[in-house]
């Protein structure tokens, strides 16, 4: 069974652009979740995703933002950028209905560089 | 605003020793508890939960401690091995409808 695939694993924008992320969940798996992880800050919950729907936010400025696609994919999407925005950004899926419910099953991530 | 509070950032252990990471949490709503193990260039990985009905639940090498009343739970890692050297991250949530928050992770190196 493949694993949950992020791409692009390795990207550098500079400031004032945006970037698109995509993930591709573990098969059968409708709920896809994003962290942004940081060696400060560690992995903080931006937003997560069932079946189409938006179920959670975390608290980041509406330049971050998501969507799903009917066949669960899932990309983020960061306008704007700053340079504190480079980070390495994880997609998780699982088969429950948010990531709280169960076994969360992550990518190896995109690293976003902002210069 | 850090729901689950994790120490110590990091720890040097030496083979065959007691590795030992706590956490702490306020929300009294939190009933599901995982630890996470993530190793360089890879996403983090389900290493053990845990939820309230139980004080303790084991798993080779990993035993997970909890503390309801103090709000707390805590890693050990048993006969520790180089191998074992990696980022593991506490974390909690509530009644499976909210979304999974991390503690900032605690790096472990396990030396020879």
């Known amino acids: 069974k493949a694993g949950v695939t992020q791409t692009p694993r390795y990207l550098i924008k500079t400031r004032g652009q945006q970037v698109t992320l995509s993930c591709s969940p573990i098969?059968?798996?409708?709920?896809v979740s994003w962290y942004q992880q940081t060696p400060g800050q560690g992995l903080q919950f931006l937003f997560e995703?069932?079946?189409?729907?938006?179920?959670n936010k975390g608290n980041f400025p509406g330049r971050f933002s998501g969507r799903q696609f009917s066949n669960s994919r899932s990309e983020m999407n960061v306008s704007t950028l700053e340079l504190g925005d480079s980070a390495l950004y994880l997609c998780a899926s699982s088969s429950g209905l948010t990531s709280g419910a169960g076994e969360l099953f992550f990518g190896e991530g995109s690293r976003l560089t902002v210069l | 605003q850090q729901q689950v509070k994790q120490s110590p950032q990091s720890l040097i252990v030496q083979k065959g020793g007691i590795s030992i990471i706590n956490c702490a949490y306020e929300?009294?709503?939190?009933?599901?508890f995982p630890w996470y193990q993530q190793f360089p260039g890879k996403g983090p990985a389900l290493l053990i939960a845990i939820r309230p009905d139980v004080s303790e639940k084991k798993e080779g090498r990993f035993t997970i401690s909890f503390n309801k009343s103090a709000k707390q739970f805590s890693l050990h890692i048993m006969d520790s091995q180089p191998g074992d050297s990696a980022t593991y991250f506490c974390?909690?949530?509530?009644?499976?409808?909210?979304?999974?928050?991390f503690g900032k992770g605690t790096r472990l190196s396990v030396i020879a």
């Open positions: 995703y069932f079946s189409e729907t938006q179920r």
């Open positions: 929300n009294t709503a939190f009933d599901y």
């Open positions: 974390a909690a949530s509530a009644s499976g409808n909210t979304p999974l928050v």
């Open positions: 098969s059968g798996h409708r709920s």
